[in-house]
């Protein structure tokens, strides 16, 4: 018999799982390590803060899944890998030996020192503490209509959470006052094109968010921008982009420039051929791409079939990802901009297909997890 253990439920492992609960590998054991009993679909968070969605909507049911598929589950986080060795360690304590690791953990997140001590942070990663945090923190911002929340983070996740929060806000309270910042040192949505740009502009100033467009760090009693001036903020969401995970380092892996896991065309790691990862915690030497949802769900087929072509000693296959993926970016109420490539177009129509696509692609989950 061999053991795979699968160190996360992230996309790519939730596609794992749906396969082997078609049908089973024979001759192989497969454990899950976790720390959530379910996963929480990213994509849809900002339509559940803007309140279109209620939060069972966003979950995979990860243990019924698990069990579907015959898969044993360690409810706990992997803090250590010896490739080497052929072991992953857990948090809890213990030690799980593998014939062939998966990891699909997802990133950390990367934050500047000193923001860690606002007693009203909110890190986005992970979404299971952000999500039940937020839920305080809305109840207190309902409580205090003076205040305010600060957005760190201009890429799509912190201009999405930005639009969500202030639009919630209003529609709470029936009160147009301005009470959410979006702090964004790295510009405005890195990496769209300038059609986007324009049309997040117009969003923002719509649902009344200020633009901070400069660097924030923590100050002797609170927020304050580079310039020094201060920034309040009972809350703080810090969508502040993504970090490898600390445990990468001493796992005797290869890790690209970046910092993450190095994987090659199969999703297999360049140094360990028994080691394959997935989504953020891994970077496509030969063919990289930026860290985002899309990649990892697209990555969960080839991963599924080059694991069970690992197992039974099989040459793995070769992917190749997208050169280019498509963004909806939500906009508060129920619009949506289009992000593809050069191409930008927004409305109401954009977040139908958006809503289409995510609430499909949680079916699948959702629906597996019940049978
Ligand atoms: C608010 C928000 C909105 C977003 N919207 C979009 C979007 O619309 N489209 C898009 O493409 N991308 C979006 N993203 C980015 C997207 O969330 C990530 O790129 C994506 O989640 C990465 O998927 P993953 O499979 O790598 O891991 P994740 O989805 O991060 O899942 C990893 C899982 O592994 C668990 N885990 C972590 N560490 C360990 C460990 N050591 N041991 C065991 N388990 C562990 C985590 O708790 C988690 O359950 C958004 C991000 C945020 C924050």
């Known amino acids: ?14 596609h794992v799982l749906r396969t082997l609960g078609a049908a089973r590998w024979p001759g192989v054991e497969v454990v899950l390590v976790t720390p959530y009993p379910r996963q929480i679909y990213s994509g849809m968070v900002p339509g559940w803060i803007a309140g279109h969605y209620r939060l069972e ?8 899944l698990a069990a579907a598929a015959g898969v044993r589950v ?21 030690r799980i030996n593998f014939d062939v690791l998966s990891l699909d953990t997802g990133a950390g997140l990367a934050m500047d020192e000193g923001l860690s001590d606002h007693p009203g942070l909110l890190p986005v990663r992970p979404l299971e503490p952000f999500v039940a945090r937020w839920e305080q923190a809305l109840a207190t911002l309902l409580d205090d209509a003076q205040a305010r929340v ?16 202030a639009y919630r806000l209003r529609r709470e309270t029936g009160a147009a006052v301005q009470r959410v910042t979006l702090a964004c040192g790295g510009g405005l949505l890195p990496g769209h094109a300038p059609g986007v740009v324009k049309r997040a502009r117009a969003a923002l100033a719509r649902q ?41 380092a001493q796992s005797g892996l290869a890790l690209a420039p970046d910092g993450f896991l190095a994987v090659g065309k199969g999703q297999q790691s360049v140094s360990h051929p028994n080691v394959f990862a997935a989504g953020d915690v891994a970077s496509r030497i ?20 080059n694991l069970r072509r690992a197992l039974a000693g099989r040459p793995i296959e070769a992917y190749r990802p997208q050169r280019r993926s498509l963004y909806l970016l939500a906009t508060g109420p129920q619009e949506a901009i289009v992000s ?16 289409w696509i995510d609430r499909r692609f949680m079916r699948q989950y959702q629906s597996s997890g019940e049978e």
């Open 1 to 14: 018999m061999k053991r795979l253990v699968l160190a996360g439920a992230g996309h790519a492992h939730l």
């Open 57 to 64: 909507d966003c979950v995979a049911p990860v243990l019924p």
């Open 74 to 94: 360690v409810q706990d986080v992997v803090c250590a890998v010896d490739a080497a060795r052929g072991h992953v360690t857990l948090a809890k304590g213990g």
């Open 150 to 165: 600060a957005v760190i983070g201009g890429g799509a996740a912190g201009v999405e959470l930005a639009l969500a929060v």
């Open 208 to 248: 009344g968010v200020e633009l901070v467009e400069q660097r924030v760090r923590a100050g002797t009693s609170a927020l304050e921008t580079a310039a020094g001036t201060p920034l309040a903020a009972a809350w703080v969401i810090a969508a502040t982009g993504v970090a490898p995970p600390g445990w990468l």
């Open 286 to 305: 030969d063919a990289p791409h930026a860290k985002s949802g899309v990649y990892a769900v697209r990555a969960g087929p080839v991963l599924s079939g």
């Open 340 to 355: 593809w490539g050069p191409l930008a177009a927004s409305g109401s129509l954009a977040w139908r297909w958006k809503d």
